[in-house]
């Protein structure tokens, strides 16, 4: 197995996890209300972001958390959400980047349950 080394690897990495999510029954409608059939535009943002953080190569430039303050998620959701990524991850490579990456969501997840705490927003 492989690790993380290209911009096809990251597609292949989002585009798995979400077929995932997409079948989840706890965050599975969350996106599905949100994104609705409309997935192209947000997938784009996804390949980007993880290329962004994965090689450094500013293929994003947008502010990550303000789409996920409004949607009514909190501690189990985060949890899904970081274990069918890790999930992912798992089944599809190996690695520094691989490893990076799972880092990297497991601080996103508190950054962004942190901030949503700090709203109100989020129970435990």
């Known amino acids: ?56 190569n500013n293929a994003y430039n947008g502010r990550p958390f303000p789409p996920h303050a409004t949607l009514g998620i909190d501690v189990p959701h985060f949890e899904r959400w970081i274990t069918l990524f890790h999930e992912t991850l798992d089944e599809l490579f190996e690695g520094a980047r691989a490893d990076e990456a799972k880092k990297r969501a497991v601080l996103i997840g508190r950054v962004f349950l942190g901030k949503l705490e700090m709203m109100g927003r989020a129970g435990s």
Do not use: A, C
Not at 24 to 45: A, M, S
């Open 1 to 56: 197995m492989n690790d993380i080394n290209s911009r096809e690897d990251v597609i292949l990495l989002v585009n798995s996890f979400y077929k995932k999510v997409r079948k989840d029954t706890l965050i599975g409608p969350v996106f599905e209300n949100r994104i609705k059939d409309d997935w192209e535009p947000h997938l784009q943002k996804m390949y980007g972001f993880w290329e962004n953080i994965l090689f450094g």
